[in-house]
Structures are given as structure tokens and as C-alpha cells.
């Protein structure tokens, strides 16, 4: 599976967009983007994934560069309670475990 | 449904001790794997099962074992207990699905394993 590069933290005001970076040059083709969240030691938490459109949940959006090479994780109207931990991955489809890095920790202020 | 569920949530050992951390899933996942998180990292994968009576292991497995006789359970064993053990384990399972189809995993809430 691809290596993933993060910033290692960040802070926004809450109501406020929070947009997180992830850098992916090495991804293959048939690779994935996957979005984890962590809040305070809490088990892992799924956040969105996408393969090269750009996808929308109800907790979140994912933005692909058209190279796939990097992308954004954004929570529209960050709350206190999104600050965590969020963990970028990339990985295969199926078979494949999910490797994680330390992650961009989050602190969504006052 | 409850998910993953993780017994215990606390336990404390002394060194050479034994023990067994339970992971159930009740959504009959194929793929089930245990993890170890330190402090200030990532999670680093120890086992990993993708149907019952198939295991195999991740990045460290040293020290772990596991089996896999049901699809509802993964239990992970600590034969003799090292300080170097002390950590917090998650269990995670997922559906095995191809054809191009992702699947998320769930996690468990935990267990934080001290040995002393």
C-alpha cells in the first residue's frame, strides 16, 4: 500500500471549515483513499473514502487532485467535538490491511 | 446491533502472566485483525484473519497469539506478559468483498493492557 504524508497537526474555530491535507504520490491505480478519525484513545472511527471523484457524506467531503497524488479531507462547520486525531490511508480495495501513520491531530477551538 | 465488543476494557498483569483479550462481532464480517497503539503513534497491525481457521500475522506479532474457530470471534493471547506489552489494543473487523467495492472496518473501543 501507498505511503501517506500528513502535517502533524492543525487548529480551526469552530463553525468554521476545516480543510486536511493528505500527500499520496506513490498511489496506484486500483488505490483508495481512506479517512479515519480517532477521538481521545477511542477506537478508530471511518470517515469517507474515494478513488478518484470526489465524494460527500454526512460527515464530511473528500477532495481528489486529478493526479490522485494528494487530498483534502473537509469538515464543513467543525465542532469541538471533531477534534481528534485523522488518519489518511491508502490502500487496495479488498485483502489489503489498513496501515496507519501517526496522523494530523485536529484541535477545533472556541 | 453492538458491533465489536472488546472484554476487557482495563487490565493490569505482572510480567509472565498470561491472558486472553476477547473481540466479538456480530455482523458477520469475514475479516477481523487486532492492533497495539502506543503513546504519541499510529496503529501498528499484530494479527490479522480473514475467515475462520485462517490467520495470519501483521507488523508485530512477537509475543501475540491468535486463532480463529468461529466468524464471530478472534480472541488474542498473551502467552508471558513483557512490560513491553503495555499498550492499548484495538480489535477491528470488516466484510472481504471484491470486485472493486471498499468495505470500512469497525473498531472496537479498546482494551488498555498494563503489565507491571
Redesign the interface.
Known amino acids: 500500500d501507498a505511503k501517506t504524508t500528513q502535517p502533524p497537526s492543525m487548529d480551526c474555530a469552530e463553525g468554521r471549515a476545516a480543510n486536511l491535507p493528505c500527500n499520496h504520490s506513490t498511489i496506484s491505480g486500483n488505490e483508495?483513499v481512506?479517512w479515519?478519525r480517532q477521538i481521545h484513545?477511542?477506537?478508530?472511527?471511518?470517515i469517507i473514502?474515494g478513488?478518484k471523484n470526489n465524494e460527500t457524506n454526512e460527515m464530511a467531503s473528500l477532495i481528489i487532485t486529478e493526479d490522485r497524488k494528494s487530498s483534502t479531507l473537509i469538515l464543513p462547520h467543525a465542532t469541538l467535538r471533531d477534534t481528534a486525531v485523522y488518519?489518511c490511508i491508502v490502500r487496495v480495495?479488498?485483502?489489503s490491511?489498513?496501515?496507519?501513520?501517526?496522523?494530523i491531530t485536529l484541535s477545533v477551538r472556541p | 446491533n453492538a458491533g465489536v465488543t472488546q472484554t476487557p476494557k482495563f487490565q493490569v498483569l505482572k510480567t509472565g502472566q498470561s491472558m486472553t483479550l476477547q473481540c466479538a462481532q456480530d455482523m458477520n464480517h469475514e475479516y477481523m485483525s487486532w492492533y497495539r497503539q502506543d503513546p504519541g503513534m499510529g496503529l501498528r497491525l499484530i494479527h490479522y484473519s480473514v475467515g475462520a481457521g485462517i490467520t495470519d500475522q501483521g507488523e508485530v506479532p512477537n509475543g501475540y497469539n491468535v486463532s480463529r474457530s468461529t466468524t464471530e470471534d478472534f480472541p488474542l493471547r498473551l502467552l508471558s506478559a513483557a512490560p513491553s506489552q503495555t499498550s492499548v489494543y484495538f480489535c477491528a473487523s470488516r466484510p472481504q468483498v471484491g470486485g472493486g467495492s471498499s468495505p470500512e472496518a469497525f473498531f472496537g473501543q479498546g482494551t488498555r493492557l498494563t503489565v507491571v
Open positions: 483508495y481512506y479515519y484513545s477511542q477506537g478508530p472511527q471511518y473514502h478513488l488518519y480495495a479488498y485483502g490491511k489498513l496501515t496507519f501513520g501517526k496522523g
